[in-house]
């Protein structure tokens, strides 16, 4: 019986042995489990690991590739700055260059065409006439050159600026019309103008020069036919047209006319005129105060030219600002004028048309010239040059010899400046004219003639 009790007991010993395997072989293969999870994950975090490093080196190599570009960059927007600055310095030494280069030009210049118009008083023969009238033309053609230039360099520089105002278009079209009229007439051309009421807001000496340029380019190239100058109002703005007969453009030139010296053939095959830069000027006073340059044309029929233009608010619109009309010409016999340069040569030329027109004249280079000789006789007129010797001014010259004399005596001041300093120093003194050289005899006669009115 005790071996029968013994058994039960092995059996139960038996089955812990086996639950105790089943246990350790499972917690052994829980723990192979974990181990191979912990190997797998440490090659996942080392693969991480090498990704990573291989991220930051490219991320290295991409910022070093990024700092050399904007330091290229850089240095290219330095070479730029540079060149910008190179570029305006020329400009400003090219305007500077061609002020002083049209200065001295102008003053010979201004001589010659006072010496032609002074024989032109006293030749008697028509040939004379003839050969003194083609040369005064061609001195013309040299002046409007000289000034078409420095125009276009003082436009390129940025030295113009704008001065926008209320400008009324009929006062403006009637003055620009009797310009054209005497141009027209000869060629036999009908000019038609539309009269118009409206007031643009615009620069008025800008607009003038760019219509100028409208209607004498028309004129140019206008055998016969017409010229007409009117304005249609489109919406805000008004469109300033000049259409003409003429020669017309071919449309793959329409963009090549607005080029400097681009110029067309004229009609009949004749030698062309002018010198191509009316329309490269028209290009830049467009682009100065913002405005449309519109150009219709068919060859052989004739071309549109036109312009947009703000029109004025009611509230804003005040008197035109235009050219003031010369004087008509008149006697000038025994008027005392007292004419003042520096330049002998222009001085002399001066003197002898004046006393071809029988005025009585002094002339005098400086202010210690005027000063040793005195006069009892009170001038009736002062033509002063703006720059004498010595830094001397015409306008402190005009004033001193009012106040010797106790009255504002009518002046003018007789310069190649045209520079707006110039300009706004005559404006300072009452009374006193600006006449820019090469002065034309007319405007001078006129001018002279005014002190009897």
Wanted: glycine share 6%.
């Amino acid at each position: 019986m005790a071996a029968e009790q013994e058994l039960p007991i092995a059996d139960q010993n038996a089955e812990t042995l086996r639950r105790t395997v089943a246990k350790l072989t499972e917690i052994n293969r829980a723990l192979m489990s974990r181990v191979e999870h912990s190997l797998d994950m440490q090659g996942n975090a080392y693969q991480l690991f090498q990704t990573a490093i291989l991220l930051d080196q490219k991320v290295r190599e991409r910022t070093r590739e990024l700092e050399h570009a904007l330091q290229a960059v850089e240095q290219s927007n330095l070479e730029l700055r540079a060149a910008k600055v190179e570029a305006e310095r020329a400009n400003v030494s090219k305007t500077k260059f061609l002020a002083d280069a049209s200065h001295d030009l102008l003053q010979p210049l201004n001589a010659a065409r006072l010496l032609v118009a002074a024989l032109q008083e006293t030749a008697r023969s028509g040939n004379s006439q003839t050969i003194l009238s083609r040369i005064d033309h061609a001195l013309g053609n040299v002046e409007d050159l000289l000034n078409t230039l420095l125009e276009m360099s003082k436009l390129d520089s940025g030295h113009v600026s704008a001065t926008i105002q209320p400008v009324r278009l009929a006062p403006l079209m009637e003055a620009l019309r009797e310009e054209l009229v005497p141009i027209t007439a000869p060629k036999g051309l009908a000019f038609t103008l539309m009269p118009c009421a409206l007031t643009v807001q615009s620069d008025p000496h800008l607009l003038r020069r760019l219509l100028q340029n409208f209607l004498s380019n028309a004129c140019r190239y206008t055998a016969a036919g017409r010229v007409l100058f009117g304005v249609r109002r489109r919406g805000p703005m008004a469109e300033l047209q000049v259409h003409d007969t003429g020669v017309g453009i071919p449309a793959e030139k329409l963009d090549e006319i607005f080029e400097e010296f681009r110029r067309l053939e004229p009609p009949q095959g004749g030698a062309p005129k002018g010198y191509g830069l009316g329309l490269s000027i028209v290009k830049r006073i467009s682009r100065l105060l913002g405005y449309q340059v519109k150009v219709a044309s068919t060859p052989g029929r004739g071309s549109c030219f036109s312009v947009l233009v703000p029109i004025a608010d009611m509230a804003a619109r005040g008197p035109a600002s235009v050219r003031p009309r010369p004087a008509p010409a008149g006697a000038v016999d025994n008027i005392r004028v007292l004419v003042v340069d520096n330049d002998r040569t222009v001085l002399d030329a001066m003197t002898r048309l004046l006393e071809a027109w029988r005025c009585r004249t002094i002339a005098v280079a400086s202010r210690a010239e005027l000063q040793a000789h005195p006069t009892d006789n009170r001038p009736d007129i002062l033509l002063v040059d703006y720059h004498l010797d010595d830094g001397d001014l015409g306008t402190a010259l005009i004033a001193d010899i009012r106040r010797r004399w106790g009255a504002d005596i009518p002046a003018a001041i007789i310069t190649a400046d045209r520079s707006p300093e110039a300009h706004a120093a005559t404006q300072l003194l009452p009374a006193v004219s600006l006449l820019l050289k090469p002065i034309k005899p007319a405007r001078l006669r006129a001018l002279v003639a005014s002190v009897r009115r």
